[in-house]
């Protein structure tokens, strides 16, 4: 079909890389690799209440249920898990400080206690909290402090999607235990 020098050198090394990728994406299926985000909810979980959450967690919570099967609904009488948010608490802290003074380094911290009850309203967990924390440099430049700002949105997002999939993990776990 061609006849250019070096063609089906091209050719082979194509084929080559194509079963590598190939046997890549193999291996990862097989060793039980998931998208980031996917959640397995167990039947109790396919439909939850959510009471006293913040609007960041209650977002959060929204998109971790929108990847899954699962639904978040309206009241405790529909809901197969309530989950009763009794704290939230987030923090910027510095960690350290340039030799003009300025913050070089933050810590966030969020932390989240709750109660996670049945359908019929008895506690599978009380009072559990979870606390997630994150860093990030904070480079005292005009020209990338719009960026380090929109960093720290973005790890926001994190740390309550996190703190979601701890919350989940959790309820998945006492449910097991519950009912093996």
Same mark, same amino acid.
């Given at each position: 079909?061609?006849?250019?020098?070096?063609?089906?050198?091209?050719?082979?090394?194509?084929?080559?890389?194509?079963?590598?990728?190939?046997?890549?994406?193999?291996?990862?299926?097989?060793?039980?690799?998931?998208?980031?985000?996917?959640?397995?909810?167990?039947?109790?979980?396919?439909?939850?209440?959510?009471?006293? /959450?913040?609007?960041? &967690?209650?977002?959060?919570? %929204?998109?971790?249920? @929108?990847? !899954?099967?699962?639904?978040?609904? *309206?009241?405790?009488?529909? /809901?197969?898990?309530? &989950?009763?948010?009794?704290? %939230?608490?987030?923090? @910027?802290? !510095?960690?350290?400080?340039?030799? *003009?003074?300025?913050?070089?380094?933050?810590?966030?911290?969020?932390?989240?206690?709750?109660?996670?009850?049945?359908?019929?309203?008895?506690?599978?967990?009380?009072?559990?909290?979870?606390?997630?924390?994150?860093?990030?440099?904070?480079?005292?430049?005009?020209?990338?402090?719009?960026?380090?700002?929109?960093?720290?949105?973005?790890?926001?997002?994190?740390?309550?999607?996190?703190?979601?999939?701890?919350?989940?993990?959790?309820?998945?776990?006492?449910?097991?235990?519950?009912?093996?």
């Amino acid at each position: 079909m061609f006849d250019f020098p070096g063609y089906s050198n091209i050719k082979d090394r194509l084929v080559s890389r194509s079963s590598v990728l190939v046997m890549a994406l193999l291996m990862l299926t097989a060793c039980g690799y998931h998208l980031r985000g996917a959640i397995d909810l167990p039947e109790a979980l396919k439909t939850i209440y959510v009471k006293s /959450a913040s609007p960041e &967690l209650s977002t959060a919570i %929204e998109r971790a249920f @929108r990847a !899954t099967t699962g639904e978040i609904v *309206t009241s405790p009488d529909q /809901a197969g898990m309530i &989950l009763n948010v009794l704290d %939230e608490y987030f923090q @910027r802290r !510095t960690i350290s400080l340039s030799s *003009t003074g300025f913050s070089n380094e933050y810590e966030l911290v969020y932390r989240l206690t709750f109660d996670l009850l049945d359908s019929e309203g008895n506690t599978l967990v009380s009072n559990q909290t979870i606390e997630v924390t994150d860093s990030y440099f904070n480079a005292q430049r005009s020209s990338t402090l719009l960026s380090k700002d929109n960093e720290e949105i973005v790890l926001r997002k994190e740390l309550y999607e996190s703190a979601v999939r701890s919350v989940i993990q959790r309820a998945r776990a006492e449910l097991k235990k519950k009912f093996p």
